[in-house]
């Protein structure tokens, strides 16, 4: 059975993300998804690329969502862009 993983990305150093998906993925996770939203997305295509290049080689892109939330906030409803990156093992 495939196991997934889901990542969401904050304000935690780029490393800390990357650790936790080489992590993952060393311990029979096959799908990881790396989620972030807003000035986060940047962070979320860093951590994915690095894990890629520098520790997963055999990592492959699955599929990427990119869409925009509504999000209700002290200023009214706001729209927020998010992303979704999955990666799997191969």
């Not at 894990?51 to 729209?79: C, D, H």
Request: no cysteine; hydrophobic share 40%.
């Amino acid at each position: 059975m495939a196991e997934e993983s889901i990542v969401y990305v904050g304000k935690k150093p780029t490393m800390n993300y990357v650790l936790a998906i080489v992590t993952q993925f060393n311990s029979n996770v096959d799908k990881i998804t790396i989620k972030a939203r807003g000035k986060s997305i940047s962070k979320a295509v860093d951590i994915a690329e690095i894990t890629k290049n520098r520790f997963m080689p055999n990592a492959k892109y699955a599929n990427i969502k990119i869409e925009t939330e509504k999000v209700e906030g002290e200023r009214g409803i706001s729209n927020v862009s998010s992303i979704e990156i999955t990666m799997k093992k191969e």
